[in-house]
């Protein structure tokens, strides 16, 4: 029987202030899934009072990205006031702010 694994796949790295961020998907080896699929592994980390990740600014084309967390909780804040905690088994789906709107 051949073996059943084609491609271990290593993960890019980003840095988002003192935490990493590893980026499985998209990848140079597996870009038929699609340009829009992330898979990203978040943590372990701990934060204290008043700590958290710093993502920077960056671009956003309208893309509505949904969240499942496995394990620990994640609270969201962007700028545009929204927050959200999040934990496991829940899903969090964040929009792109409608440039229709008000």
Not at 19 to 34: D, I, K, N, S
């Amino acid at each position: 029987m051949p073996d059943p694994i084609d491609r271990l796949l290593k993960p890019h790295i980003q840095d988002l202030g003192g935490f990493q961020a590893r980026r499985l998907l998209p990848h140079e080896h597996r870009m038929m899934v699609g340009p829009f699929i992330f898979f990203d592994h978040l943590g372990p980390a701990q934060f204290g009072p008043g700590q958290g990740v710093d993502v920077r600014p960056h671009p956003h084309i309208n893309l509505a990205t949904v969240t499942y967390l496995f394990e620990g909780a994640l609270r969201y804040r962007d700028s545009l006031g929204t927050v959200q905690d999040i934990y496991p088994g829940a899903v969090n789906w964040m929009g792109s702010p409608d440039p229709k709107a008000p």
